[in-house]
């Protein structure tokens, strides 16, 4: 898979961002042609955002007499560890087409390695010295959720056993030093703060501490104590009925003041901050954990599904990014969308009348167009089947994309062209069977309740009802087919269309198959009435 981007893209003068995620250097060496050379330059410094220039005396490169080096800085996307072999084949695919006779020599991952000992310190609106006492107190909260900043942030450096006072302090002294042609720092007018966490390592240890090694670790040894406490917690909280369970909550209450003094101590700030963060912090996990556990189905294999399923999804989501990315068809989505969306309206009404036609024809023998079903539950009925094969073919893209993020060699015609197309066939097939499938079950579960005398359940606007039959005229025959009229016991009913009138006798002299039990009438020579039990008056 190609590194840089797989439509062309243009040339590194377009300007446009690219999304790459690694660079990699390389040294491309060859023979000492101006033709040559220029050749080679053109072919890699085609690609989006990579940069090509002669090998300078800095580099340290070493080429023998009539041999020239080229310096390529490419830019790489997806995984880290798979971005050097994948701008290698990319330049080798390069410089075959047109040939130029120049060979990768070196190519390494450049990383930069971002500072760790620094912070950000913000510049805050002081509350005036001479304001109330309830305005000092909203003034002090307020800047300590940064309602009062001023939108000027630095980055200063750390330095080992000063707390955050002593920081603020040391940023007021060097105020000059660190902005850009800013004066003394106005004490009177302005105040700094730290962003809310916890304290730094460098705030509490100086670096030649032995206990440097085992104290990073302390952070996550607490959080694996306090979580699985919280998860007991929340269970009792969901699984005991006596009031006692309440007495589970103190736990979490209690944390609120520590696990907040912990967030917030990188300075002093005020105490109802701390205990909002704590109560956010723990009061949260606690509530998520208590919502799981009531709304979830039991079971721990049920709860590993559900959370199997919740990783999935954030799998299949990540992955469609990936794969929607530099591509052809993120670029062109605005157009996309209207042509894809635009069949839905005709797609759905079919679909949703097509398994209307399974339930009540297919199953039950009656034929679809003598059933009255509302419009829209053909839509509803049809939603299903159509998000179910939209959630499969993005878990197929996201495949592609997971492919993509991790360099691995797929064509990208061939995907398009033939591997996605037969496995989007699949999806259509296997949902199809599965709704096929579902659409059966239903119908079996209405004829079994008509054959309890029980009401049976509706399927998206078929709702059928027990009955019974009586003609208008009594001792007038009946156009009946198949005969005889079925008038000592209830039948299953459902809405009219039309002048027929179509019902299903549960009785089991009509045959062996439920095709066979369906029976039809002229609707002007019988009356319904609601059946009260297994038999008719």
């Known amino acids: 898979m190609d590194a840089g981007p797989p439509d062309g893209g243009g040339g590194p003068a377009s300007g446009t961002l690219t999304a790459a995620t690694q660079r990699v250097r390389l040294i491309v060496e060859g023979s000492d042609d101006p033709d040559e050379t220029e050749r080679a330059v053109e072919a890699l410094g085609s690609q989006q955002g990579w940069k090509v220039r002669p090998a300078q005396s800095f580099d340290r490169v070493r080429v023998a007499d009539g041999r020239v080096a080229l310096v390529v800085d490419a830019l790489a996307y997806g995984q880290r560890r798979t971005a050097v072999d994948a701008v290698r084949e990319q330049v080798v695919r390069l410089l075959k087409k047109p040939p130029v006779e120049f060979r990768i020599r070196e190519a390494r991952l450049v990383r930069h390695e971002e500072e760790p000992c620094t912070t950000l310190v913000r510049v805050v609106r002081r509350t005036p010295p001479g304001a109330g006492r309830l305005r000092r107190w909203l003034g002090r909260h307020l800047e300590a959720l940064g309602g009062a900043d001023t939108g000027h942030v630095l980055t200063v450096p750390l330095v080992h056993g000063e707390d955050g006072e002593h920081l603020k302090a040391r940023v007021k002294e060097q105020w000059a030093d660190l902005t850009q042609g800013a004066a003394a720092f106005d004490d009177e007018l302005h ?9 730094s390592r460098s705030q509490t240890e100086e670096p030649s501490s032995p206990s440097t090694g085992l104290r990073r670790f302390r952070p996550a040894a607490l959080s694996l104590l306090a979580v699985p406490l919280l998860l007991v917690c929340a269970w009792t909280l969901a699984s005991i009925s006596s009031p006692w369970r309440f007495l589970a909550l103190l736990a979490p209450l209690v944390s609120f003041g520590p696990v907040g003094y912990w967030i917030t101590s990188n300075e002093p ?22 919502q799981w556990l009531v709304n979830s189905p039991g079971g721990l294999a049920a709860q590993v599904w559900g959370v199997v399923q919740a990783l999935l999804l954030m799998a299949t989501a990540v992955g469609c990014w990936h794969a929607f990315s530099r591509s052809w068809l993120s670029r062109n989505l605005l157009l996309l969308l209207p042509a894809l969306i635009a069949p839905l309206p005709f797609v759905l009404p079919w679909v949703g009348s097509f398994l209307h036609t399974a339930y009540v024809e297919e199953v039950l023998g009656i034929p679809e167009p003598a059933v009255h079903v509302a419009f829209y539950w053909r839509y509803f009925v049809a939603l299903k089947p159509v998000v179910l094969t939209v959630a499969i073919t993005l878990f197929y893209v996201s495949l592609y994309g997971w492919a993509k993020y991790f360099n691995l060699h797929v064509s990208q015609s061939a995907m398009v062209n033939v591997v996605f197309p037969f496995l989007v ?24 309740a008509a054959v309890r005398g029980e009401q049976p359940p509706g399927y998206f606007g078929i709702n059928g009802r027990l009955v019974c039959v009586r003609p208008v005229e009594p001792g007038k025959p009946i156009s009946v087919h198949p005969g005889p009229p079925p008038m000592s016991r209830p039948v299953l009913v459902f809405p009219r269309e039309g002048t027929e009138l179509w019902v299903w006798d549960p009785s089991p002299e009509r045959g062996r198959f439920s095709a066979e039990h369906a029976v039809r009438m002229r609707a002007e020579d019988v009356s319904l009435y609601p059946a009260t039990g297994l038999s008719c008056p």
Do not use: H, M
Not at 191 to 199: A, E, F, K, M
Not at 432 to 437: D, Q, S
């Open 269 to 290: 700030r005020p105490r109802l901050l701390r205990l909002a963060s704590g109560a956010l912090v723990v009061g949260g996990f606690t509530w998520v954990s208590y």
């Open 425 to 448: 066939l699949l999806a259509v097939l296997g949902v199809a069977e599965l709704t096929l499938k579902e659409v059966q079950a239903a119908a079996e579960r209405t004829y079994s």
């Open 191 to 199: 105040d700094l703060r730290l962003s809310v966490g916890p304290r």
